[in-house]
């Protein structure tokens, strides 16, 4: 099983240019994430989502945009990077019908914007 | 600032030796989950224990949660080089989605 895919797994960018980053897992779960993690630092959530259609702030939604069109995707988008959001970006998912939920993730897209 | 803080920031010993390492949390939570994470590499999950568990062990890992004080710690007995990677705790909150944050990590190495 594939699980938590995540693409790229690089990217340079400039600053001011826009992308998209893609999320996609396979385990029919219902809430899908988007960390960055910074060096020597946490997880720090971004936004998350509890199913299709549906997508809530994180810690640090500002300069960010999900979209969450189906129950397997989960996309990530920067308008106009900046080289504050340098950083590891994670992607995980879960299932939380119950209080027992373990979440599974990427391996992470790895961005600089220079 | 992040939900959960762990201490020590870093952590070394040899190996055979116990490590533990501590998470502290300011709100309420559905359940608390510890991950390792390898050098540059994605975050696995270890153990969750819930809010109305007290103590749980799988393997060499044992997990305390004192909801009252608002930490949990994580024990590695018998620790291995291979343990070396950083650890981080993540609160949980059940609100539709489980929203999942993370404290800032424990790096620990373990010395042969």
């Known amino acids: 099983n594939a699980g938590v895919t995540q693409t790229p797994k690089f990217q340079v960018l400039k600053t001011g240019q826009s992308m998209t980053l893609q999320c996609a897992q396979d385990m029919n779960h219902n809430s899908m994430y988007w960390y960055r993690q910074d060096p020597g630092m946490g997880l720090r959530l971004i936004y998350y989502s509890a199913s299709e259609g549906t997508t809530d702030k994180g810690e640090v939604p500002n300069g960010y945009n999900v979209s969450r069109l189906n129950k397997r995707e989960f996309s990530l988008r920067l308008e106009s990077a900046a080289p504050s959001q340098t950083s590891v970006y994670f992607c995980?998912?879960?299932?939380?019908?119950?209080?027992?939920?373990?979440?599974?993730f990427g391996q992470g897209t790895r961005l600089t914007v220079v | 600032s992040q939900q959960g803080e762990e201490d020590p920031q870093a952590l070394s010993i040899q190996e055979g030796e116990n490590a533990t390492m501590n998470c502290s949390y300011k709100?309420?939570?559905?359940?608390l989950q510890w991950y390792r994470q390898n050098s540059g590499r994605g975050l696995v999950h270890l153990i969750l224990?819930?809010?109305?568990?007290r103590e749980k062990h799988s393997g060499r890992l044992r997990v305390t949660l004192d909801t009252s004080k608002k930490s949990s710690s994580l024990l590695i007995t018998a620790s291995r080089a291979a343990d070396t990677a950083s650890y981080f705790c993540?609160?949980?909150?059940?609100?539709?989605?489980?929203?999942?944050?993370f404290g800032q990590g424990t790096r620990l190495t373990i010395n042969p």
């Open positions: 709100t309420s939570i559905n359940n």
């Open positions: 224990i819930r809010s109305n568990e």
């Open positions: 995980a998912s879960s299932e939380s019908r119950d209080s027992r939920t373990e979440a599974f």
């Open positions: 993540a609160t949980a909150i059940i609100q539709g989605a489980q929203k999942l944050v």
